[in-house]
């Protein structure tokens, strides 16, 4: 919010909506539940029914949301390929231990999980 304007609770929305963004964006996600539980505090705050002049500032907070969403989907693809290589690498690495007579380390990192 900038100094000297109003508070006005769907601005609020609206840049936590951005700040939730920005943070799933730079995979700072260690952040995100604490603007979930500010946006949830702030949202059982507000009346039933919203003033028509809301209606730009939760049309674009809804259209954010929809843009974290999409940021996280794709931050947990790549997670999963991430994964997918490690899984793979690890495979590959069994299989040369294998094949020069050597029996592979126990996998200290899956017992730990």
Known sequence: MAPGQPYDPYRRLLELSERELECAGAGRLDALPQIAAERQALIESLPAAPPASARQLLVAATL??????????????????????????????????????????????????
């Open 64 to 113: 954010t949301q929809t843009r974290v969403t999409m940021e996280l989907q794709r931050g947990r693809e790549q997670a999963l390929f991430s994964l997918r290589r490690v899984l793979q690498a690890r495979r590959a690495a069994r299989g040369y231990y294998q094949s020069v007579g050597q029996a592979p380390a126990a996998p200290r990192v899956d017992a730990r999980v």
